[in-house]
């Protein structure tokens, strides 16, 4: 799955199902994923912890997670993915996207029967690129979203940042105070000073929690944010380059074409033309 996500950049919502699959390897990556164990059993490994899955089983994954499955005994699994861009709610500005960004998804969720009945038939469609699967794709989100949210199924970030520390990790306050200032020049030393650790051991519980250094996480998640900028507001690349603290062209250019797999420029284009009237054929190229 990782493989599909980073070489097909840049990604809109993107339904995959694999059949007949034994393991996928430990990987991340900058978008959201609902997986949803259509078929088997499985060991999940995920924030550093490993869970047994049974089918039907759905697990939201954040941004960045280190994740793997890997089938329990000789039997393969087969399983869906909606991966989504968190653009897909429009400009930061927008009220879904607000909201969005306000909460935090419970990592094992429920779905309606209808849903993932809707989650399969969808799985079918891309696979076929039946005419009109990426609405299809839309709307299947937000009514998971939609259900996930009248089953109280979130957290807000409000919320969690009030909870002891007991109930959220010093990571996850160290990962929250990056996204609230990832624009700024942010130093090992200011996330030090919010969790207590020692040098050397943030440095390890991080590596171990997210799967790459501080400086990798927070330019990871500005090039995130720098999609939306490419694709929904005016500023040239220069100009988006440095709103997100990367104050050398060339620099921003070279760690966005490392994670995104193309440079500033042609995800810039291709994202705009994906909204044109029209455009279902980019839509598909930007799936195959």
Known sequence: MSENIEK??????????????????RHHHVVFEFFYLKKGYVNFEIGGKSYKLGTGSVV??????????????????????????????????????????????KRFVELSDKILNHFVLLCDSSNKKTPGYEILQTTLLFDILSYLIITNQYETVALLRKQTK????????????????????????DVLKLTNYSRSHFIRLFKEHTGMNLVEYINKYRIEKACLELIYSKKNITEIATEFGFNNIQYFSRVFKQYMNCTPKQYQMKGKNSMKPNSAKDAKDRIN
């Open 60 to 105: 939201f994954i954040q941004p960045l997670e280190v994740h793997s499955v890997k089938s329990i005994g000789n039997d393969s699994f087969e399983y869906c993915s909606l991966v989504f861009d968190s653009s897909v709610f429009g400009f930061e500005n927008n009220p879904c996207r607000e909201f969005f960004d306000s909460v935090r998804l």
């Open 166 to 189: 007991y109930n959220i990790s010093a990571i996850d306050i160290a990962i929250e105070y990056i996204k609230d200032n990832f624009a700024d020049n942010i130093e090992l030393q």
């Open 8 to 25: 097909n950049a840049p990604v809109y919502p993107i339904i995959n199902i694999f059949q007949q699959e034994k393991k996928i390897e």
